[in-house]
C-alpha cells in the first residue's frame, strides 16, 4: 500500500472537523462563515434598498492549511 505523506500527497477542499483526524489533511480553507457573513449582509442591505440589485464581486481569498498529509519537495522554495 501507499503511504500518505511519503508515497503520495493528499489535500482537501475545506477545513472540516475530520480533517484533524488520522493524518492531518492539509486543506484549502474557504472561509465558509465569512462567506455566510458577507452573503448576509448584503441580503438585507438589498431587501433595505441599501444595496444595488446589480451583480458585484466580493474577494474572499482562501487560505492553504499546511497539516502532516502534505510532503515538501527537496529542492524547492516556498513561494508565499
Known sequence: GLSIPEDISLLGYDDVAWAKIGVPLTVI???????????????????????????????????LIERASCKKLLGRENSR
Open 29 to 63: 480553507d474557504q472561509h465558509n462563515y465569512q462567506i455566510g457573513v458577507v452573503a448576509t449582509k448584503l441580503l438585507f442591505k438589498r431587501k433595505r434598498g441599501l444595496a444595488s440589485n446589480n451583480p458585484k464581486m466580493i474577494r474572499i481569498s482562501p487560505k
